[in-house]
């Protein structure tokens, strides 16, 4: 199994920061792949942003570029979401996952995920 523990989750006014981060533990499974998903209520969970273990490519959706920011350090084995320019619309659960498909933005292509950390984004 692989563990996954997201920290960071707070509340904010619009227009400021917040860094998420995620640590993985776990010993017998090796994932391509980490992401970033966000459910606010009454929707769906949607994809945030990814990052490939071994080479560091990133990729975000549309809603979030050029505001977010993914990270992730092999070493630690953690991963960071860095937002900045939040919106109210960000208001939601965050969570972490991992999986094995390179550029993975549906939730069914990963195999692992945290409990999740709020994030509220006041107006």
């Known amino acids: 199994q692989v563990q996954l523990v997201e920290s960071g989750g707070g509340l904010v006014q619009a227009g400021g920061s917040l860094r998420l981060s995620c640590a993985r533990s776990?010993?017998?499974?090796?994932?391509?792949?980490m992401g970033w998903f966000r459910q606010a209520p009454g929707k769906e969970r949607e994809f945030v942003a990814g990052?490939?273990?071994?080479?560091?490519?990133?990729y975000y959706a549309d809603s979030v570029k050029g505001r977010f920011t993914i990270s992730r350090d092999n070493a630690k084995k953690t991963v960071d979401l860095q937002m900045n320019g939040l919106k109210p619309e960000d208001t939601a659960i965050y969570y972490c996952?991992?999986?094995?498909?390179?550029?993975?933005?549906?939730?069914?292509?990963?195999?692992?995920w945290g409990q999740g950390t709020q994030v509220t984004v006041s107006s």
């Open positions: 996952a991992a999986g094995l498909r390179l550029g993975a933005r549906l939730t069914h292509e990963y195999d692992y």
């Open positions: 776990g010993r017998t499974f090796s994932s391509s792949t």
């Open positions: 990052v490939s273990w071994s080479g560091g490519i990133t």
